[in-house]
């Protein structure tokens, strides 16, 4: 005892009391200006109450999972060799580094830099992607026109560039391998994001299951994971009742779990070492390095969960605004985490023989249980953020050809963006049940969850270096700076996981180089297919020559060609009419796509033009979609189309020959012509709606047979496209079969022919994707080589 109190008094005494002081008065000083400066900007703006109770809501979607992290971190950090050196150095120093870690990562990267590089208010890895792909034309989506960058949402300022930005955004156009280097680091990111999902649901939960056995020590483990995975079977056999049902029970039970571990934290604090927050000078972190060395090092794995669910204030982004995202974590969680952690190394700088369970013993004796059932539904509402945030972040891959076509269903009419994905949730279960399971051990799981954080963080590092110099246009140097001050401290403890691999590092790398491996192996067959479809399109001087019958019988009705061609006619049509030469009086092709902005409105969502000439009865219908949108609309998709081109046809001859392209789109029917922005024509014409077709409604009671009233002016080839409608609607998707070359290597052969061939016969089809109904299907199949 007189050693320890030797080394208190060492450690609290002298030159580090004095640099304690300084450190901490000059950095609340710094914080609370970045606070002011930050309200300041943006106060004049939003409502205070707006802003206070948003950022109230986003407690409990938002800082679950980095709320519930004082529940394993001083576990963690103590386990394996550093054990050894429990005195309170260590201590000290674990509690500098946590302190300093959560200052500089959450507080002051995202806080601060990372939350003002928003997508027209959405965040995460794919926000930053997209950014870059409008600005720096980074993308390798298929179908990209001009007319998607004068969408609303598209967001470009039109300020020149700098040399730097024009430097860096020719170097990726001379080397368009780079762009796929940065996909697949985007990727990577994803995936490590991905890998979360399995991983907090099992640590959080275990977690806070494991304060049982501090209270019935005859428990046996067996027992505390049995009664974890039946809580995690639960948890996730409930995702497709939504969150929308009890999300508004999630920010009491967060704020209540905020209030509760302060509290303790002072609790602590003034029991067992009121001179704690001596540690909080950077010192301590150099002291603690310098004495345990090689350990010390390795156990900045366990220091790097206080930061876990970070990202998710980014990735969340789009359901709050940024402010009150700012509001909440620098006013109430930051704060409550901080005195936390402190009151936790205090208790253990009196009591090192608890080390293991040192957040539950540290718990007063009267509110043990009520705080132990507090932290069981924390734990719940954290691990339900992560699950969410994944089923979005699938949803986004899978809208940019990035992941194979899933199941999306709405969990809420009115709240947009709650989605529930059958195929993911069940493969989050058995994965979470099998680490859970399979480890047993929180300290392993750790381990596991400390590299795939690390990792996710250091791509939005990268991330946003590009977006300091392409969409900032701001200097080089501010970005490297940046680089390097962010990177390196993330570097540091990736290097602190990468030893922890054998120790259960090796799960979130496994995860993520099979996701990985899927999503590129998807994404590279889907652009050889468009490739294929490019180079094999129907010419327009065949099509303008068969006359306009197009050389084929023309039967009553209205024929849907879905396909990924945005220009041009696809090879199904020319496959399906050599082998069917007959078809729809009206023929539409149809192009779902999706283009680099979150969402698109309504009104800009059609874009419709014709396809060689009025006699020809061939039109173009492009509909296009955001990353975040999602592609199974409420209204009846069959008569939004055709009132789009009826509106089309009535308003084209006005609208076009007063555009500077007027002419050649009315008279040249070889070319692809200029599309006419539907949305466009819509407002330019509002006194005119009453006279047109304006809704659905207008076509399912207008019959071509029936007298119209005398105000309405329909053209004949409206009135054509009515009595085809009348007629039927048939749906034509084509049914691609994808076979590699002969001469392809080994490696391209197993990629394609085993599994992107498995991937397309096991994921949703194009017409359960389209809702499109099975009694007017047409599928046309084909075999292209790649």
């Not at 003002?116 to 890895?125: I, K, L, V």
């Not at 007319?147 to 470009?156: F, I, K, N, P, T």
């Not at 207008?698 to 409608?725: C, G, H, T, W, Y």
């Amino acid at each position: 005892m007189n050693a320890r109190a030797s080394s208190v008094e060492t450690l609290e005494n002298g030159s580090f009391e004095q640099s304690s002081f300084h450190s901490i008065f000059f950095f609340f000083s710094f914080l609370s200006m970045l606070r002011f400066g930050v309200l300041n900007q943006n106060l004049k703006r939003v409502p205070i109450k707006t802003v206070l109770t948003l950022a109230y809501q986003s407690l409990g979607v938002v800082y679950g999972d980095l709320s519930t992290s004082p529940l394993y971190v001083y576990k963690t950090t103590f386990s394996g060799k550093l054990s050894l050196h429990e005195n309170d150095e260590e201590v000290y120093g674990v509690l500098s580094f946590i302190f300093w870690t959560l200052t500089l990562i959450p507080l002051f990267k995202y806080i601060f830099f990372v939350l003002s590089a928003d997508d027209n208010g959405e965040g995460g890895t794919f926000a930053l992607y997209s950014l870059l792909c409008r600005h720096g034309r980074l993308g390798i989506l298929p179908n990209h026109q001009e007319a998607d960058e004068r969408l609303a949402s598209y967001g470009m300022d039109g300020s020149a560039d700098t040399w730097q930005s024009a430097m860096l955004k020719s170097f990726f156009a001379k080397h368009p391998k780079f762009r796929n280097v940065l996909l697949i680091f985007v990727l990577l990111g994803t995936c490590m994001a991905i890998g979360d999902g399995v991983l907090t649901p099992a640590i959080s939960v275990l977690s806070a299951v494991s304060g049982i056995s501090v209270k019935t020590t005859k428990l046996h483990e067996n027992y505390i994971v049995v009664i974890s995975c039946v809580i995690l079977v639960v948890l996730f056999s409930l995702q497709h009742h939504g969150t929308h049902r009890v999300s508004f029970i999630f920010a009491p039970i967060v704020t209540a779990w905020l209030l509760c571990i302060s509290g303790i934290g002072i609790y602590n604090i003034y029991r067992w070492n009121p001179k704690i927050y001596h540690a909080l000078s950077p010192v301590y972190m150099f002291k603690f390095l310098r004495t345990t060395g090689i350990e010390g090092w390795v156990s900045l794995g366990g220091v790097v969960l206080s930061i876990t669910g970070s990202e998710t204030m980014f990735a969340d982004l789009g359901h709050f605004s940024p402010l009150s995202v700012k509001v909440a974590f620098s006013f109430l969680v930051y704060p409550c985490l901080v005195l936390a952690y402190m009151g936790e190394a205090a208790f253990l700088s009196r009591n090192h023989d608890d080390i293991q369970r040192s957040f539950y013993k540290a718990i007063p004796e009267p509110v043990f249980w009520p705080v132990f059932i507090v932290a069981t539904f924390a734990a719940i509402v954290g691990s339900q953020a992560v699950i969410s945030a994944t089923f979005s972040m699938v949803s986004q891959c899978c809208a940019l050809n990035c992941f194979p076509r899933v199941k999306i269903v709405h969990t809420s009419s009115t709240i947009h963006g709650q989605i529930y994905i059958p195929e993911i949730n069940w493969i989050l279960m058995c994965l979470c049940l099998a680490v859970t399971i399979g480890l047993r051990d929180t300290n392993m799981m750790g381990h596991a969850y400390g590299l795939a954080v690390t990792t996710v963080m250091f791509v939005t590092t990268c991330l946003m270096c590009l977006v300091i110099i392409i969409v900032w246009k701001q200097r080089i140097t501010t970005a490297i700076a940046f680089l390097i001050f962010f990177g390196s401290i993330e570097l540091l403890y990736i290097s602190s996981c990468i030893i922890k691999i054998p120790e259960g590092g090796w799960i979130p790398l496994s995860l993520s180089f099979v996701c990985m491996g899927i999503m590129y192996v998807w994404n590279y067959g889907t652009l050889k297919k468009h490739q294929f479809d490019m180079e094999n399109k129907v010419s327009m001087k065949r099509i303008v020559a068969l006359g306009p019958s197009l050389g084929m019988v023309r039967v009553p009705g209205i024929g849907l060609v879905y396909t990924d061609l945005a220009t041009g006619v696809p090879a199904v049509f020319g496959h399906f009419v050599t082998n069917l030469p007959a078809f729809h009086q009206v023929l539409v092709f149809v192009c779902v796509k999706s283009v680099q902005v979150p969402y698109v409105s309504e009104r800009e969502r059609f874009v419709v033009d014709r396809v060689g000439t009025k006699e020809h009865g061939m039109f173009r219908c492009i509909v296009r979609y955001g990353y975040k949108d999602l592609q199974q609309e409420n209204y009846d998709f069959e008569n939004r189309l055709v009132s789009v081109i009826i509106q089309f046809v009535e308003m084209e001859d006005e609208q076009c020959t007063s555009a500077p392209m007027g002419k050649s789109y009315i008279n040249n029917a070889i070319s692809n012509i200029d599309s006419c922005d539907v949305s466009k024509l819509m407002s330019s014409h509002q006194n005119r709606e009453e006279n047109m077709v304006q809704s659905l409604s207008d076509i399912q009671v207008v019959r071509p047979e029936d007298d119209l009233p005398k105000n309405r002016f329909f053209k004949e080839e409206s009135l054509q496209i009515m009595r085809a409608k009348e007629s039927g609607v048939a749906y034509i998707l084509g049914h691609s079969y994808a076979k590699a070359k002969k001469s392809s290597s080994f490696f391209k052969r197993f990629s394609i022919n085993f599994v992107f061939a498995f991937l397309s016969k096991n994921c949703r089809g194009p017409d359960v994707v389209l809702n499109v109904p099975y009694t007017s299907l047409l599928e046309v199949g084909m075999i292209y080589y790649v």
